[in-house]
Nanobody, 121 residues
């Protein structure tokens, strides 16, 4: 059974920092593409950051230079370091794992339950 458990969401003032964690079980994150998404009230879920199985990282333009995605293979955990937070970063943040199985490379997506980040003074 695959589980992704996010933590680290909180209320923070503009300009502050948070680090989100996504602890995975049932998969090996270094064999998976791991993503952070976010969804603000009334908006569609958007991709924030990616780290591929090969370790290549990318962030959305809206957070580039402020957010960093990383992973600790020994802990099977993915992180999202968020600096210089803005009110528009307020959202529920979700961890997503994309795993490919078998010779047919069948794709499966797994999601965590989400963690709330609120940026407000």
């Amino acid at each position: 059974q695959v589980q992704l458990v996010e933590s680290g969401g909180d209320l923070v003032q503009p300009g502050g920092s948070l680090r989100l964690s996504c602890a995975a079980s049932g998969i090996i994150i270094s064999y998976s593409d791991m993503n952070w998404y976010r969804q603000a009230p009334g908006k569609q879920r958007e991709l924030v950051a990616t780290i591929t199985s090969g370790g290549i990282t990318n962030c959305a333009d809206s957070v580039k230079g402020r957010f960093t995605i990383s992973r600790d293979n020994a802990k099977n955990t993915v992180y999202l370091q968020m600096n210089s937070l803005k009110p528009e970063d307020t959202a529920v943040y979700y961890c997503n794992a994309v795993v490919y199985y078998g010779a047919a490379m069948s794709r499966r997506d797994y999601w965590g339950q989400g963690t709330q980040v609120t940026v407000s003074s």
